[in-house]
């Protein structure tokens, strides 16, 4: 039996950094607004000549380091993101041509903040079924470029960044031991998309929109949606809350993060929390914060992780990986 396990991380963050104070001149807001009902202080905002894809290589690059690994021991990239460079080609493609590589596949899925675990999960199915060896998965994206700044009550939440990690294909003889991807859970319902969506597209308005959300909306549901999708992830494998030692949630807001652990029974200090640094970036928000809980060492070999999303669409999803 193959089992999908993680190599390396990386991760990548524009240099500049926009703090909620910066704010007050752009809209009518405050840094005591925006900290209370977020756990939001700063976040990254990418400048000229930062994108979707230039994030998403450096951040590929770094987790190849990690992984020791080069790209010519690649053969899959997916990357999710809900902004991507061009309409098409996919981003992912431009990576990999970024990174030297003519060789494999690559393709973008588009899940908006759960885009990270549908991502990961379907490079999971190409490695478990012998299609593919080795995958780049990334989550890269520049929320700042379909903001409407004038609407502070989404403008102030969103950041920019991109996240990778290496996913290895091994038999479980090879590797001694349960590693790797255990369960994994994605869910969705269109019934929900007027709740979180861009006002614009290639088929509709032939622009890229704007992002608008009803936040009370999507807040009233996050927290069920996200606890009952890792409960049927602890029902499939018997594993309960006491035994994770790293929850690391979609990074979309502090109080949805705070409520799931509590519900759930997962204590304040084994969850990973970089809202406060980094913003929401969508689906760049779980690998950056695998990336820091790694590179700190608190992620290490034999970790029971627990991820997991909810966004656009609704999508919703978890996934447990032992590290
Ligand atoms: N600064 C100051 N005041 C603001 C701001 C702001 N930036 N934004 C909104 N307000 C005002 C509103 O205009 C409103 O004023 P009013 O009462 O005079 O009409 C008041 O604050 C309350 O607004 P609400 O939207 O009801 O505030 P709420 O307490 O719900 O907080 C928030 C808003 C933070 C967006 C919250 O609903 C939320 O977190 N929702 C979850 C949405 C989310 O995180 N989405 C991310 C994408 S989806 C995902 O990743 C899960």
Known sequence: RIVSVVRGTGSALPAKIMRNRDFEGVVETSDEWIRQRTGIEQRHIAGEGE?????AEAAARRALEASGVSPADIDLI???????????????????????????????????????????TTADMYLRTGQARRALVIGAETFSRILDWEDRSTCVLFGDGAGALVLEGVTQDEEGGEKGIIASKLRSDGAHQGKLYVDGGPSTTGTVGHLRMQGREVFKHAVGMITDVIEACFGATGITAEDIDWFVPHQANRRIIDASAKKLGIAPEKVVITVD??????????????????????????????????????????????W
């Open 277 to 322: 640094r980094h913003g929401n970036t969508s689906a760049a928000s779980i690998p950056l914060a695998l990336d820091t809980a790694a590179r700190d060492g608190r992620i290490k070999p034999g970790s029971l992780v627990l991820l997991e999303a909810m966004g656009g669409g609704f999508t919703w999803g978890a996934v447990l990986v032992r």
């Open 78 to 120: 997916v990357l999710a993101t809900a902004t991507p460079d061009n309409t098409f080609p996919a981003s992912a493609v431009q990576v990999q041509h970024r990174l030297g590589m003519s060789h494999g596949f690559a393709f973008d899925v588009q899940a908006v903040c759960s885009g990270f675990l549908y991502a990961l």
């Open 51 to 55: 994108t979707t894809v230039s994030l």
